[in-house]
């Protein structure tokens, strides 16, 4: 008990040292080559260490006309790697999702041949994610599940174009009817999928089982967009009168999320992995984008305000969108407008300076108890059997040490 009284000590004043959070906001960068360049972030893995999105490289020719070669990135702690190496006639590629390591990314690829359309990026290789029987070679995915085996996205069969599941290499068809359908979002596990159907609103796939969400009050039209890691919310927009406004569903219950002071309307495009934390963007009448953070609680906000107060520098920046966040709601990206005019992916971490949380009610008093006991073992203990270089007892009667003979340690 003695030897554990340092780690109990330890362990309760961690426990009880109160959370301290501030941010780092940091510019994705982009690629080399080109007259300037632009870049986008879509998504982040749910441990929060890859970015995907895409890179641009604009080339002005005089006289002629502006070219714009655009690849799927994938970004991590600052090394910023490109797609186009690794396909052959590559002409354009977006990157949308990854897993939850970032080790599986998933997209869509421009090519004059052999194949164009959704992609799986792993290992440094890409290959298609297929197609539906009937279709033309067109297919995206949209969103990888932790370990990157299910992908949700959408193909094209002989009659539309259909929501689907990916799972290892094969492709389910969710869609229903004559009308387009689109998978957006896929929980961790990669058992719920989510989307939308033509004129039918939001749907969420249980496997291959379909169901509708329950539209919120005053809605012509639902969509989702995303779903957290665990499947219990999920977070798109609803159709109101005044536009499009962000709406999140919890364990199948719709709250509409409101939007910015002064907009019109928002669309909620990503969650943590429980749903308490929700991203996206909100708009004026005019169109003008700010990305939006929304907590339990605390409602919606201007995600640069919430930054700029935490002390980062954003003179010049504008944050049009906040695309995704990672499991830990912790890590947020997004695309704005750089101080030069130029669009440009972003990337801004929360970090909590002491990790330990608020210990919940009445540990303090159990941590208290604890340390009590221990002190009073200890005390007992030290009184039964004294420490190295306490006077040592008599010898018993017709004992002798042998000379030079040292006395064996107690205890």
């Not at 509708?212 to 890691?229: N, V």
């Not at 984008?289 to 930054?307: H, K, P, T, Y």
């Not at 159990?366 to 002190?375: H, P, R, V």
Request: with cysteine; aromatic share 6%; glycine share 16%.
């Amino acid at each position: 008990m003695k030897a554990l009284l340092p780690v109990v000590a330890i362990a309760c004043l961690l426990v009880v040292a109160p959370q301290r959070a501030f941010s780092a906001f940091q510019d994705l960068g982009t690629l080399p080559g080109g007259d300037y360049f632009k870049s986008q972030a879509l998504g982040v893995s749910g441990d929060g260490a890859v970015v995907v999105g895409s890179g641009s490289n604009v080339t002005i020719i005089p006289e002629c006309c502006v070219q714009v070669a655009e690849q799927a990135i994938r970004w991590q702690w600052g090394v910023l790697t490109g797609m186009k190496s690794l396909v052959a006639n590559h002409q354009r590629s977006i990157a949308l999702a990854a897993s939850y390591d970032g080790s599986v990314i998933t997209g869509v690829l421009y090519r004059t041949s052999p194949w164009q359309g959704g992609f799986v990026w792993e290992a440094g290789a890409v290959t298609s994610l297929g197609d539906l029987p009937g279709g033309s070679s067109w297919s995206a995915g949209r969103s990888v599940s932790d370990d990157g085996n299910t992908i949700a996205g959408f193909s094209i069969d002989a009659i539309n174009e259909r929501a689907i599941r990916w799972d290892a290499g094969a492709m389910t068809n969710l869609g229903t009817g004559t009308g387009w359908s689109d998978a957006t979002g896929v929980s961790g596990d990669g058992a719920t999928v989510v989307g939308f159907q033509q004129n039918e609103g939001a749907k969420r796939w249980d496997g291959t089982v379909i169901s509708g969400l329950t539209a919120p009050p005053g809605d012509f039209e639902t969509r989702a967009f995303g779903i957290s890691s665990d499947g219990t919310a999920i977070v798109g927009r609803s159709l109101q009168s005044v536009g499009e406004v962000a709406v999140r569903w919890k364990d199948g219950v719709p709250a509409l999320l409101g939007t910015l002071p002064g907009d019109l309307t928002s669309v909620a495009l990503d969650a943590s992995a429980d749903g308490s934390v929700v991203v996206g963007r909100s708009a004026d009448a005019q169109g003008n984008r700010r990305a939006f953070i929304w907590e339990a609680g605390s409602g919606m906000r201007n995600l640069q305000d919430v930054l700029v107060a935490q002390g980062n520098d954003l003179t010049g920046w504008t944050l049009h969108e906040a695309s995704g966040i990672s499991d830990d709601g912790l890590v947020v990206v997004g695309t704005g407008r750089n101080p030069g005019g130029l669009q440009r992916g972003w990337v801004a971490r929360f970090v909590v300076a002491s990790v330990p949380t608020l210990a919940p009610p009445g540990y303090g008093l159990l941590c208290a108890l604890l340390l009590g006991l221990g002190l009073r073992a200890g005390r007992i203990r030290a009184r039964a059997n004294p420490e190295k270089g306490a006077r040592p007892e008599k010898a018993e009667k017709g004992e002798k040490a042998e000379k030079g003979e040292k006395r064996p340690p107690r205890g």
